[in-house]
């Protein structure tokens, strides 16, 4: 997926401009799918010691057609006075949203855990970022650049081997203060190949806000936008397309979280904007997908009660409607549609050994055309974490994800998945991860499932605090009963990470 998020040379600005931090790696459950517009997954996931992940509880890399949304505590690789791992909780952020194009269901509440300052966590640590100081703010900015080698970088049928370069740059910037909260994160990437059919771009920016109105009320504000690039073996790009079709993703969200004695009450709402751009085909002349560009809207209402700390049972009701611009597509069907969502879960924490969150419900979407069959399915999702041991995490990660298609005769894809990994510190500067990933997308309506396996394996290294070596290996395998969608590829990526 070009990350054009920040500018390289910002970034390498304030690498060289003072004292150093620590490399940070996000520490994602990373299983991809070969229908996933995005493309397959460029970077690694491994969070080292001293490290704030972001992404840790997301089932599925985050595609043009569907992001996961998270919120579950991260490792942070820290140790506290007993030697036990800590769990650091994920920034409070507003309720999270569903994607315009995609409805994905997973955990999405953190769990309260311990936290170390920032100062604290940089003096224990000789690996932990320090960041830069910017009023009451801190920023820790990075970059990383390196060089890919596939064996079949588009994932079609017919291998084509290929060697790129990698740039990566990425900032965020958090605020320090006692009350309420501001985060923005900003990340991009950018992989050039000779072939620049083969290039792969992306980019995201994040912004979090939290206003205490009091001890126990809490306003939650967001907004995002996300670039991201289709997949050449998705049924929503064109047949002939020279290039990968662009999705540009806008995402306003605001909410409320009130708690009351042992209960709590979150009420949400979001406006999600998706823009496709025209992609070129073979014969020279320009494909339109305009007419899936679409509005999406969400209402989203929690209720839970704390039977004790580590146990908070909820229940969840959610409604939604997507509108398409145009009121047909190429072919006729008015895919516009209502849905809702009902669904029970449980959030548990037992200290930094295990923690997590498990949930089921049920989904019903109605489309504005008869001839779309209605969408009926049980959902599932989960994101637990479980330390065996110090400085090991393993991570298994569930996930239910309904994502509109152009595809004819179909009203939507049901895809469910699955992630498990292990995360190992081997020494201060030296951590590895491993993970596998399986997931199956059913298109409604037709005969037509892609089924596909992951596998991964990271090694990172710290010099110091300003320079890491980080290695990966990824294996993409996708069987479909469409044959120009079924392939297998064979990824390793080299990369150097500064980081201030």
Request: aromatic share 12%; charged share 25%.
């Given at each position: 997926m070009l990350r054009a998020g920040l500018s390289a040379s910002v970034c390498l600005a304030a690498l060289l401009g003072g004292a150093g931090g620590a490399w940070a790696q996000d520490a994602a459950l990373t299983a991809t799918t070969a229908s996933t517009d995005a493309g397959p997954a460029t970077t690694g996931a491994l969070p080292l010691r001293g490290t704030l992940p972001t992404d840790l509880g997301t089932t599925g890399n985050t595609s043009a057609r569907g992001t996961a949304a998270t919120g579950l505590d991260t490792f942070s690789g820290d140790l506290d006075a007993a030697g036990d791992d800590l769990l650091t909780p994920a920034t409070p952020a507003a309720a999270p949203v569903t994607n315009a194009a995609a409805t994905t269901i997973v955990p999405e509440t953190g769990i309260p855990a311990r936290r170390r300052s920032v100062d604290r966590e940089a003096a224990d640590d000789a690996f932990a970022p320090v960041g830069v100081r910017v009023g009451t703010f801190t920023l820790r900015p990075a970059i990383e650049v390196g060089v890919t080698a596939s064996d079949n970088p588009d994932g079609g049928p017919d291998k084509n081997p290929a060697l790129g370069a990698v740039i990566a740059p990425e900032a965020t910037l958090q605020s320090n203060w006692s009350r309420h909260s501001l985060q923005i994160d900003a990340k991009g990437s950018d992989t050039q190949f000779k072939d620049k059919s083969l290039d792969e771009r992306e980019a995201d920016v994040d912004v979090k806000g939290r206003i205490d109105v009091s001890h126990d009320t809490k306003v939650n504000l967001g907004a995002s936008y996300h670039y991201g690039l289709q997949s050449y073996t998705s049924p929503d790009t064109p047949s002939g397309a020279t290039e990968r079709p662009a999705v540009h993703t806008l995402t306003g969200q605001a909410g409320v979280d009130q708690?009351?004695?042992?209960?709590?009450?979150?009420?949400a709402g979001s406006?999600?904007?998706?823009?496709?751009?025209?992609?070129?085909?073979?014969?020279?002349s320009k494909a339109d997908l305009a007419r899936e560009d679409n509005n999406a809207y969400e209402g989203r209402l929690r209720g839970s009660y704390e039977i004790s700390p580590a146990l908070k049972p909820y229940v969840e009701v959610a409604v939604g409607t997507r509108s398409y611009d145009r009121a047909t597509d190429e072919d006729g069907y008015r895919r516009s549609s209502v849905w809702g969502d009902l669904r029970g879960g449980i959030i548990a924490d037992?200290?930094?050994?295990?923690?997590?969150?498990?949930?089921?419900?049920?989904?019903?979407?109605?489309?504005?055309?008869?001839?779309l069959a209605d969408i009926d399915a049980p959902t599932a999702s989960a994101a637990i974490l479980w330390s065996p041991r110090r400085l090991t995490i393993v991570k298994l990660g569930l996930s239910t994800e309904f994502r509109p298609t152009t595809l004819e005769g179909s009203s939507e894809?049901?895809?469910?998945g699955g992630t498990l990994s292990v995360v190992r510190s081997i020494r201060h500067d030296l951590n590895v991860e491993a993970g596998i990933g399986y997931s199956e997308e059913h298109f409604e309506g037709v005969d037509r499932t892609d089924r596909t396996?992951?596998?991964?394996?990271?090694?990172?290294?710290?010099?110091?605090?300003?320079v890491a070596l980080i290695g990966r290996y990824e294996y993409e395998n996708t069987r479909s009963d469409e044959p120009s969608s079924t392939g297998d590829s064979n990824t390793v990526t080299v990369r150097v990470r500064l980081q201030r």
């Open positions: 708690t009351l004695g042992r209960f709590g009450i979150e009420a406006v999600q904007r998706e823009i496709h751009e025209d992609v070129s085909l073979a014969d020279g037992f200290g930094p050994k295990l923690s997590g969150e498990l949930a089921a419900g049920y989904h019903h979407e109605h489309f504005d055309d008869d001839r894809s049901i895809v469910y396996f992951t596998g991964y394996a990271t090694v990172a290294y710290n010099l110091n605090r300003d």
